[in-house]
């Protein structure tokens, strides 16, 4: 449940300029967390492309990140495109982007793509080694890097084709304005599952 965005909303007057300004702030706040969420969804396409990603990691319903998710999340908030957006916490609230800030939709969102390359068990270390080489997240920031060095020393990325299913089908989106795919089921790869991803992926 998105606590911040809950406890905003009823903040909407009646008079025409605090409308105005509360839906303004609503929509900023969609451009930002769909900013982040269509960064990680260009990784997954990028290594889809190069074969390291298919498909099939959508089809299982996405739910809470566990040990092994969250030690691959923290790897991922090394690269500079995620590492600024985490930076922002570090500010007053008057230099966020907008009243609803918190870093808990970015970790969200790299945890969805920590899992996806979890449940691709053969690649796990491809998928990272892509990442890094391609420069699809930008270069590593070294402060960063360092961090996580301490905080994860010795923890080895498991492959699961089973990380982070959701028990009981899909469960409520993490935050207001997630959008990325999972838990598509049985559909037919070649006739469903790849003409949803092209269609979805025009409009983006």
């Given at each position: ?19 105005q300004r509360d839906i303004g702030d609503r929509l ?177």
């Amino acid at each position: 449940m998105d606590i911040g965005v809950l406890n905003y909303w009823p903040r909407t007057g009646i008079q025409d300029a605090t409308l105005q300004r509360d839906i303004g702030d609503r929509l900023t706040i969609l451009y930002y967390r769909g900013r982040i969420q269509l960064c990680v969804l260009e990784v997954f396409m990028g290594l889809h492309r190069k074969g390291v990603l298919s498909l099939e990691a959508l089809r299982k319903p996405w739910g809470a990140c566990g040990e092994n998710c969250d030690v691959l999340s923290q790897r991922l908030m090394v690269f500079e495109e995620v590492h600024k957006e985490m930076e922002m916490d570090m500010k007053p609230p008057e230099q966020q982007p907008h009243p609803c800030w918190d870093r808990l939709t970015t970790i969200h969102t790299l945890e969805w793509l920590a899992t996806m390359i979890i449940r691709e068990c053969k690649y796990v270390n491809e998928g990272i080694e892509e990442i890094e080489n391609s420069g699809m997240m930008r270069r590593r920031n070294e402060a960063a890097w360092q961090t996580y060095q301490t905080w994860c020393a010795g923890q080895k990325i498991k492959c699961n084709p089973e990380e982070s299913v959701a028990d009981g089908g899909l469960p409520d989106p993490p935050f207001f304005g997630f959008w990325l795919p999972h838990g598509l089921g049985n559909i037919p790869r070649k006739e469903k599952l790849g003409g949803l991803w092209r269609s979805m992926w025009k409009v983006l």
